[in-house]
């Protein structure tokens, strides 16, 4: 149990066009979702929060308009990047809190790879 | 706010040797503690994790982790490591309540060479 999916797990776009990134807890429900950047052969940093129903809480530094975040059902949470540009390519993490969790683990999907040209 | 210290950047070992790496955390409150794994080119894993109870915490692959709590710390071991342990290894700390993020350290590279 507890499995995120993420889609696409690869894409490649030309600078100046927006990607959409889906995260789905699969099994299990969850209010609150997280997404995480990492560049190479360096760590996870937290972009933002992702609450169902509400606006997404995002970090210090990273740009609300760029990063859009959507959560509209309790298994779905979308980051679109808007107008992308090369500086954005990375590799896009989210995880998932089940409802029921009570120790407050988090389930991570397996990433998506953006790359801008 | 929670911040996470991995003191090894690199670490570099034989198989068959023993491995501490150091985690260190800040924060006043309850954690729940993780180390994660990240092989060349996949995605993370999770070794071991700590919620409360026995402080010596068992994982996967034979890694352990020790929380000590007047240390802040939740330092990783693995009495002899192989080849295939070759990877990027992450400790992370989120609060006890739910709905917080999980915050990384910055990780430590791990060479195994045979």
């Known amino acids: 149990g507890a499995v995120v999916s993420q889609h696409p797990s690869r894409v490649i776009c030309k600078s100046g066009t927006s990607v959409k990134i889906e995260c789905r807890s699969l099994?299990?429900?969850?209010?609150?979702m997280f997404w995480y950047r990492q560049f190479p052969k360096k760590s996870l940093m937290l972009m933002a929060t992702?609450?169902?129903?509400?606006?997404?809480?995002?970090e210090q530094g990273v740009e609300k308009d760029k990063f859009l975040i959507n959560h509209a059902s309790l298994t779905l949470s979308t980051l679109t990047v808007t107008s992308a540009h090369p500086e954005d390519s990375s590799f896009y993490i989210c995880?998932?809190?089940?409802?029921?969790?009570?120790?407050?683990?988090?389930?991570f999907g397996p990433g998506t790879r953006l790359t801008v040209l | 706010a929670q911040s996470v210290s991995q003191h090894n950047h690199h670490v570099i070992l034989s198989e068959a040797a023993s491995l501490e790496l150091g985690c260190n955390y800040s924060?006043?409150?309850?954690?729940?503690l993780f180390w994660y794994v990240q092989y060349p080119g996949q995605h993370l894993q999770l070794l071991l994790k700590?919620?409360?109870?026995?402080?010596l915490v068992k994982g996967i692959k034979g890694f352990e982790a020790e929380f000590i709590k007047s240390k802040f710390s939740f330092n990783l071991r693995k009495p002899s490591v192989q080849w295939s342990d070759t990877a990027e290894y992450f400790c992370?700390?989120?609060?006890?309540?739910?709905?917080?993020?999980?915050?990384f350290g910055k990780g430590t590279t791990l060479s195994v060479s045979s």
């Open positions: 995880s998932a809190n089940p409802l029921s969790n009570v120790n407050n683990e988090q389930f």
């Open positions: 099994d299990f429900q969850a209010t609150t």
């Open positions: 992702s609450n169902e129903g509400s606006k997404a809480t995002y």
């Open positions: 924060y006043g409150g309850t954690v729940n």
């Open positions: 700590y919620f409360s109870g026995d402080p």
């Open positions: 992370a700390v989120n609060a006890g309540e739910a709905g917080t993020a999980l915050i």
